[in-house]
């Protein structure tokens, strides 16, 4: 495989970034997982997807990240708790950054 379509294949997406509580259950934002998660202690995950690794409804109902995919389609994963004394490592800032970095991995595969 040549350099180009090595990083061809490693960019390509399109990349997504996930919020989803500890059993997967992918949410819109911070807002909506605080409505929807009972304990506001509770961590969440928060992810950059593509592919096989995107939610999914095969459960029927609410989407959901898969439990197994393709590695090359999850790049980054962090827990961050949805009430932080650290604002600056909570849930909501550590969200808008993976949402920056999907974007610029989208930007990237489009600037070959």
């Known amino acids: 495989m ?3 379509e090595l990083r061809a294949e490693a960019l390509a997406g399109p990349w997504q970034a996930v919020l989803a509580d500890r059993y997967g259950y992918a949410y819109q934002d911070v807002t909506d997982a605080r ?5 506001p202690d509770d961590e969440v995950r928060i ?3 593509r592919g096989t690794a995107l939610p999914n409804n095969r459960s029927g ?7 197994s995919y393709q590695s090359g389609d999850q790049i980054f994963e962090i827990d961050a708790y949805l009430e932080d004394e650290d604002p600056s ?9 993976a949402k920056a970095m ?7 595969a489009g600037a070959r």
């Open 35 to 39: 409505k929807n998660i009972a304990d």
């Open 61 to 67: 109902d609410e989407l959901r990240l898969p439990g």
């Open 47 to 49: 992810t950059i997807v």
């Open 2 to 4: 040549t350099t180009d």
């Open 102 to 108: 999907a974007a610029g991995l989208n930007a990237a």
């Open 89 to 97: 490592i909570g849930a909501e800032v550590r969200f808008e950054q």
